[in-house]
């Protein structure tokens, strides 16, 4: 099965596609998580990406269809995957249509993530993770078990993203609904949209993606 989750920054794609993917036996490919690591381990890519993310803005085309593409290209050809974060344009969609046409795969899936504006900023704010095993957390909406260690691992050590700020997702909700949201229509002209509410309790909207999942 292959999977693209659309929606908005802090819509819960992240989320989901952890629990999703243990369910399904698929693998998550973020695009987020991949420029992420690049900016850590300071690669061309990383060193090219930063002050984008940081910005808001959408890392180009170029960038993505190229780590994407290597990404796909390193899994076992029958393995199922969830594209988080991805594709983000129309250039993104056409170009990732035809890396899975070349490999000979078909996209089952596009899940609609559908969430208020009003709400992501909370949710976006509020997001810490733990340094150690990447379990996702926030201040109000899923706190850790215990005050301040993770639930999986027991580390006291947690993170925060530097475009987890109030002023860069403006701008990355400017970014989503100008270049991201009209790939609701492409993806809805070739009948792959299943929607899901993601305005719902975590996981309400775990249950629903696994309805939507084992229903087609
Ligand atoms: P990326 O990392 O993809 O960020 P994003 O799309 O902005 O999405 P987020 O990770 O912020 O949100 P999410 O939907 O995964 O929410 P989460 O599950 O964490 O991209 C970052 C940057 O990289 C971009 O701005 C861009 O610069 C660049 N980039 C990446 N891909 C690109 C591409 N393809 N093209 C160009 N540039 C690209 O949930 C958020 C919080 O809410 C969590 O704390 C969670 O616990 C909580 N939560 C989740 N669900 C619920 C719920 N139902 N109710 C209450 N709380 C909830």
């Known amino acids: 099965m292959i999977l693209i989750l659309l929606g908005p920054p802090g819509a819960g794609k992240g989320t989901q596609a952890k629990r999703i993917e243990e369910r399904f036996g698929l693998l998550t490919l973020s695009t987020g ?9 300071g690669t061309d890519v990383g060193k090219r990406a930063k002050a984008v993310m940081d910005a808001g803005k959408l890392v180009s085309d170029e960038i993505i269809v190229a780590i994407v593409d290597e990404a796909i290209g390193r899994l076992e050809p029958t393995q199922g995957f969830i594209l988080d974060g991805v594709p983000r344009t129309t250039a993104q969609a056409d170009a990732i249509g035809a890396i899975l046409e070349k490999r000979g795969r078909t996209l089952d899936h ?13 949710r976006i704010t509020g997001r810490f993770t733990c340094a150690k095993c990447g379990a996702g957390y926030h201040d109000t909406f899923k706190k850790t078990k215990v005050a301040g260690v993770c639930d999986k691992c027991g580390s006291r050590e947690f993170t925060r ?12 909700l400017k970014a989503y609904h100008a270049e991201t949201a009209p790939l609701l229509d492409y993806y809805r002209q070739r009948g792959l949209i299943r929607a899901v509410d993601g305005m719902a ?10 309805q939507v999942l084992t229903r087609n």
């Open 110 to 122: 596009v899940i609609e993530m559908k969430v208020d504006d009003t709400v992501l900023t909370e």
């Open 161 to 172: 993203r530097s475009d987890d700020n109030a002023d860069t997702v403006k701008a990355r």
């Open 201 to 210: 309790e975590i996981d309400q909207v775990t249950r629903q993606m696994e």
């Open 33 to 41: 998580d991949m420029l992420r690591t690049a900016v850590r381990e």
